[in-house]
């Protein structure tokens, strides 16, 4: 049996975008954010984030410090009976100061690298009935290239937009 995903950008999505956030201090949820991931969690359909983290390339961050964001954010997740099944981020960004990671990648957006790793880590997930949600344009052409619907957020009610994209694409 296969299973829908929800493909969420973070920054501007999720939580407010202050450009390279890395500490859970600076986090803010977007509005009704966690109210959209535990009514996505009841439906049994995946919710992952996507998300570009070129803050590492640059040396404004570490890979540790965006892997403990998202244990955090999945820690107060739960004290809401929801959770993120997967993140994936990439860390890299072309003219990055870290030279590991200033390469041009497959992976960052609209780049579908992204995308691709999930769907190969979990190989039940229904791609034509999954969706993504971001709010920039790139978000919407990687989804498309990807072969999924791709959502423009402008900082609507996120839990009202999910609970219509999903209508949309029948049960
Ligand atoms: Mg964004
Ligand atoms: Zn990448």
Known sequence: MKKRAVFFDRDGVLNQDIGYLYKKADFVWMPNAIEAIRYINQKQIYVFVITNQSGIARGYYEEEDVKQLHQWMNEELAKYDAH????????????????????????????????????????????????????????????????????????????????????????
Request: net charge negative; with cysteine; aromatic share 10%.
């Open 84 to 171: 993120i099944d997967d993140f994936f981020y990439c860390p890299h960004y072309e003219n990055g100061n870290v030279e590991k990671y200033a390469i041009s990648c497959n992976c960052r957006k609209p780049k579908t690298g992204l995308i691709e790793q999930a769907f190969s880590k979990y190989e039940d997930v229904d791609r034509q009935n999954s969706i993504m949600i971001g709010d920039k344009l790139s978000d919407v052409e990687c989804a498309e290239t990807a072969g999924l619907r791709g959502i423009h957020y402008k900082g609507e009610n996120l839990l009202n937009l999910v609970q219509c994209e999903l209508r949309n694409r029948n049960s």
